[in-house]
Every structure is written in structure tokens, then in C-alpha cells.
């Protein structure tokens, strides 16, 4: 069964530094988003991507962040200049837009980032 | 902003009875409703949706129900099993300009005794 993946499972950065998480979504798929889980709270939109460019964005998503689709298979979420609160895990979700599951979001198994 | 709630931050059942997990929503502009489980240090799982022109939705074990009127859904799980043991979030979407973002719930941890 086709699934999303993420790369790596756990980074671990010094505060100010840069840091990129990787997807794969799921090859067929046309939108692809980044969500966030804060320990202890609850999984929190950041981006949503289609046709090559971000269709939106939520508050958090600020300048610090940008996405990337680089090559035909690869998804990425930046963060130039790490704080202590962007600790959290990171979530990478895709959907296809045809079919009668065309709202369902398939999520990865995530990237616990972690700012020291 | 909650808009989307779910009072129970847990919930106990005995295996084989019924598990029914509560979500309301404030925004009256959703137009899709998901219920997804995840395991700790895995990424959300999807496991049953509903569109708002429905009322009921069953697959297998489980079913939503949906009460636009309340702006309330549920989930029931018949029976439950320790397998099911979990966290599950209720996340919504739609509105205008609807790019498919999800908005979550806090999450119902639900813990199913053998």
C-alpha cells in the first residue's frame, strides 16, 4: 500500500540554526501540506502546497518557513533560524483529487525536531 | 480559535462494548468531516469521514454520525477491542477557498481493557 514517508525520524538542532525536513508523499497525489503536533496539544495546520506553489498558509508559517517541491517526488519544509519553540513533531499529509476519497489526507509518520 | 472540540481527553471501555467518541465544531462552513487514530510516535491514521450532506457513515466497526443542527459528531465503535486503544482526533474541513487544511481537535485517548 502506498504511504507517505519522512526523513529523519528525529533532528535534533542548535537554536538559530537551519533545519529541513523531507517527504515523499504518495505518487499520485496533488496536494501535499505540512502540520505541526507541540507536545501535549493538538496537530496544528502550517502550509498547504498544490501545483507547485503554497495555495495557504497559517499564522505560524511565518517568514522563518518555506516549502519546496524540488523534483517530481520530494516535498520539503524549511525552517531558516531555529527557536526553542519550533520543537514539536512534524507531519507531512498528501491527498489525491479525484476519487471519492478526495478529501482524505494520508499523513507520514512524522519528524520529532528538536531545538536545544 | 476551537474551532473544533473534544471534551473528553479520555475514555475507558471494556472490550466488546461500544466506544463512542464526541466532537463539536463551531464553523458552520465545514463541509467535511474526518475521524483519523494514531499510535504513539506514528502520524495520524485515517479512519472514517463524512460529508455535511450526510448523516451516518458506517464502515465495518465503526460509524459517524453527524448532527449539523447541534454542529456535533460522533464516532462509535462496535465492539472495541484493545487494538483500538489510541489516540483519535476529529478534524474538519471546507469554507470558502477550501485548499483542504484539516483543523483539529485536541484528541480522545481511548483506552480499551481486555
Known amino acids: 500500500e502506498p504511504e507517505v514517508t519522512q526523513t529523519p525520524s528525529h533532528q535534533v538542532t542548535q537554536m538559530g540554526q537551519e533545519v529541513i525536513l523531507r517527504c515523499v508523499p504518495i505518487s499520485n497525489h496533488l496536494y501535499f501540506y505540512w502540520y505541526r503536533q507541540i507536545l501535549g496539544q493538538k496537530v496544528e495546520f502550517l502550509v498547504s502546497?498544490?501545483?507547485?506553489?503554497?495555495?495557504?498558509k497559517s499564522e505560524i508559517f511565518d517568514d522563518q518557513f518555506s516549502v519546496e517541491r524540488p523534483d517530481g517526488s520530494n516535498f520539503t519544509l524549511k525552517i531558516r533560524s531555529t527557536k526553542l519553540e519550533d520543537s514539536a513533531m512534524y507531519f507531512c499529509?498528501?491527498?489525491?483529487?479525484?476519487?471519492?476519497?478526495?478529501?482524505?489526507?494520508?499523513f507520514g509518520p512524522g519528524t520529532r525536531l528538536t531545538v536545544l | 480559535d476551537q474551532q473544533v472540540k473534544q471534551n473528553s481527553p479520555s475514555l475507558s471501555v471494556q472490550e466488546g462494548r461500544i466506544s463512542i467518541l464526541n466532537c463539536d465544531y463551531t464553523n458552520s462552513m465545514f463541509d467535511y468531516f474526518l475521524w483519523y487514530k494514531k499510535y504513539p510516535a506514528e502520524g495520524p491514521t485515517f479512519l472514517i469521514s463524512i460529508s455535511s450532506i450526510k448523516d451516518k457513515n458506517e464502515d465495518g466497526r465503526f460509524t459517524v454520525f453527524l448532527n449539523k443542527s447541534a454542529k456535533h459528531l460522533s464516532l462509535h465503535i462496535v465492539p472495541s477491542q484493545p487494538g483500538d486503544s489510541a489516540v483519535y482526533f476529529c478534524?474538519?474541513?471546507?469554507?470558502?477557498?477550501?485548499?483542504?487544511?484539516?483543523?483539529f481537535g485536541q484528541g480522545t485517548t481511548l483506552q480499551v481493557k481486555p
Open positions: 499529509a498528501s491527498r489525491d483529487l479525484a476519487g471519492s476519497s478526495y478529501n482524505e489526507q494520508f
Open positions: 478534524a474538519a474541513s471546507g469554507g470558502s477557498g477550501n485548499t483542504g487544511k484539516l483543523i
Open positions: 502546497f498544490y501545483n507547485n506553489e503554497i495555495s495557504e
